[in-house]
């Protein structure tokens, strides 16, 4: 299928950096939140990223107004009727994202294949909210996703091959690299890091070091660009949080039990650098 015009849902910041990448791929996007506020905020990132991009001497002032241009807004989901791809990245809560998809699967043409940048969720389940399972896949970018080259990309239970042939082809027109990963809870990306950053909370938790020193451990010890608590921050706390308790569901083991910490942090608000408080605090 050749795809053109692509729907990214949710302006956060996976959405801003995704539209910002298939833009500059040459797609025509829409970019689509439930609010204008939310809207400003994901253009806002995405033209300060590009503005770094033309100080730096990579991209011209004319392309940036190019890529820019590429980029239409919306507050109505019925613009989905318009487009061959739908790249959802809206919170990660299965009732969203499976009230989504109904109501995708009633707007967008047959033939349009969507896509979840869910971090964790089963693709499968999320599929089973439409009539297409077959044009339903998880294509998992990575944070800050300008920069991340990684996409993950997951077959539900029922993906067709060709809808999976399509999105591998289109992931390195956006310059990234694709993995092939079958769907299990935290696919293999968060089965494996969340449970580190996790008990890298509980370290802290339990009073083994400040959570300087946690940082410090890993960056220096282990050579990771940043400590699992900065790391957390920069995620978002409350997807830490979720990302533990679709683990600890899913497989039903206790050694996936979301740390008490994070879950006082996400109900205190403090969420991480997007909320200005998380471990550390951001100016905002
Ligand atoms: C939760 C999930 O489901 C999956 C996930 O995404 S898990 C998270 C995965 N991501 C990570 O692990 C990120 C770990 N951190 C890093 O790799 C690095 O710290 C980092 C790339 C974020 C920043 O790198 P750094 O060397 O410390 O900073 P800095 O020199 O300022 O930036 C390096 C480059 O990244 C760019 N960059 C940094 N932050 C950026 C952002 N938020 N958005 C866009 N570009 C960014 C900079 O412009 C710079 O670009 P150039 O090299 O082209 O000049
Ligand atoms: N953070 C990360 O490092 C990564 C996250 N992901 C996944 O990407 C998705 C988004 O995460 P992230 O960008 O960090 O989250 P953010 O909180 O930054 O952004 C989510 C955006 O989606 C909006 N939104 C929520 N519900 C709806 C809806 N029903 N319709 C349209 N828009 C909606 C939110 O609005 P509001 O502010 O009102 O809630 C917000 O603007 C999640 O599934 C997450 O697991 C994947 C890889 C990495």
Known sequence: MNVKKVMVIGAGQMGSGIAQVCAMAGYDVILHDMKQEFLDRGIG????????????????EVE??????????SLDLQNASSVDLVIEAAVENMEIKTKLFAQ?????????????NTSSLPITEIAAATKRPEKVIGMHFMNPV????????IRGL?????????IEELTKTLNKVPVEVNDF??????????????????????????KEAIDEVMKL??????????????????????IMETLHEGFGDDKYRP??????????????????????????
């Open 45 to 60: 990132i995405i033209t300060k990223n590009l503005s770094r991009q033309v100080e730096k001497g990579r991209i011209t």
């Open 64 to 73: 940036m107004t190019t890529i820019l241009s590429r980029i239409s807004q």
């Open 104 to 116: 995708l699967d009633e707007i967008a043409p047959q033939d349009t294949i969507l896509a979840t």
């Open 146 to 153: 300008p920069v991340m080259k990684l996409v993950e990309i």
């Open 158 to 166: 029922a993906t067709a091959d060709e809808v999976y042939q399509t």
């Open 185 to 210: 809870p935290g696919f293999v990306s968060n089965r494996i890091l969340m449970p580190m950053i996790n008990e890298a909370i509980y370290t802290l938790y339990e009073g083994v070091a400040t």
């Open 221 to 242: 010890g282990m050579n990771h660009p940043m400590g699992p608590l900065t790391l957390a921050d920069f995620i978002g706390l409350d997807t830490c949080l979720y």
């Open 259 to 284: 740390c008490p910490l994070l879950r006082k942090y996400v109900k205190a608000g403090w969420l991480g650098k997007k909320s200005g408080r998380g471990f550390y605090t951001y100016e905002r």
